[in-house]
Nanobody
Framework: QVQLVESGGGLVQPGGSLRLSCVASGSIFSIHAMGWYRQAPGKQRELVATITRDGRTGYADSVKGRFTISRDNAKNTLYLQMNSLKPEDTAVYYC??????????WGQGTQVTVSS
């Protein structure tokens, strides 16, 4: 079973930036399409960014142009660079596989709070 550990969240003012990291316990990123998800209070978890095995990226309309997903296969680490943050980006952020049939247990996530 793969373990996923997210970090890098925090409190930031609107317009600020954060870089999230997700470290996996195995070499999975070159095998599986991965994604960053987020869940705001009272809302369902949503997929906001994806990266395929060959490095193609995709974004939800709400974050397009502001967020960038990337990975370092050698370090088994997935990243999410978040710029121009808005209060509506406030959520707990998680990483996991994109394919439902591949998903592993969810990590603890990392809290991102955008507030002045």
């Amino acid at each position: 079973q793969v373990q996923l550990v997210e970090s890098g969240g925090g409190l930031v003012q609107p317009g600020g930036s954060l870089r999230l990291s997700c470290v996996a316990s195995g070499s999975i990123f070159s095998i599986h399409a991965m994604g960053w998800y987020r869940q705001a209070p009272g809302k369902q978890r949503e997929l906001v960014a994806t990266i395929t095995r060959d490095g193609r990226t995709g974004y939800a309309d709400s974050v397009k142009g502001r967020f960038t997903i990337s990975r370092d296969n050698a370090k088994n680490t997935l990243y999410l660079q978040m710029n121009s943050l808005k209060p509506e980006d406030t959520a707990v952020y998680y990483c996991n596989a994109v394919s439902i049939g591949t998903m592993w247990d969810w990590g603890q996530g990392t809290q991102v709070t955008v507030s002045s």
